[in-house]
């Protein structure tokens, strides 16, 4: 077993590397909602939605463990040529920021609940609520698609300034309605606007 260790490695690392950089554009479709249904999930949301951000930061995690992995090899080849020992100093000083990126990405997310509609952006570590009395109204922005007029999102305007959007897609039609009669319940004002959309 002593033998094995410090055999040529570089196999294994060039592996980790064309994994990592392939596995960039793989890993943050599962591992985000895989993270986030750990940490965050709950029987009381009606809706839970990862940020774009989210996905974002798990590739650009999975491109560092790449490029770490890169430079570990290329310090430690002029070691080796040197006759120095291997030092993993790249490690200790990569996986923290690998580590980090990839937490940013699992902490972006927003939510409703029964309480309001919650969300955490990127670069914030503390979670923002808008519970329904404190929105001060919800508009929902239209556009053309195609010769026919579509909703495109939603914004919700907090009594305090605070904006947020949500997206009209497939996942937030399904519990649209429920969502409204919330809205609905708790006398938020909501409006339509049109906007042409950009040519």
Not at 54 to 59: P, Q
Not at 74 to 84: D, I, P, T, V
Not at 149 to 165: A, Q
């Amino acid at each position: 077993m002593k033998a094995m260790i410090g055999q040529d490695t570089k196999p294994i690392k060039v592996g980790m590397i064309v994994i990592f950089v392939i596995g960039s554009f793989f890993f943050p479709l599962f591992l985000v909602i895989f993270f986030q249904d750990i940490f965050f999930f709950s029987r009381e949301h009606i809706y839970f939605q990862p940020l774009f951000a989210a996905y974002a930061f798990f590739f650009a995690g999975s491109m560092l463990m790449a490029s770490t992995v890169v430079l570990d090899l290329l310090y430690n080849s002029k070691r080796e040529n040197k006759n120095l020992k291997h030092r993993p100093w790249m490690f200790f000083i990569g996986i923290p920021v690998v580590i980090l990126t990839c937490a940013l990405g699992v902490n972006s997310y927003f939510y409703f609940d029964p309480e309001g509609l919650h969300f955490n952006e990127a670069f914030t570590l503390e979670r923002h609520d808008m519970e329904w009395g404190d929105i001060e109204e919800v508009i929902k922005v239209t556009t053309r698609e195609n010769n026919t007029i579509t909703l495109k999102e939603h914004e919700f305007i907090g009594k305090d300034g605070t904006r947020f959007t949500v997206q009209n897609d497939r996942d937030f039609f399904d519990y649209r309605n429920k969502i409204y009669a919330y809205i609905e319940a708790n006398d938020v004002p909501m409006r339509t606007i049109f906007i042409e959309p950009e040519e």
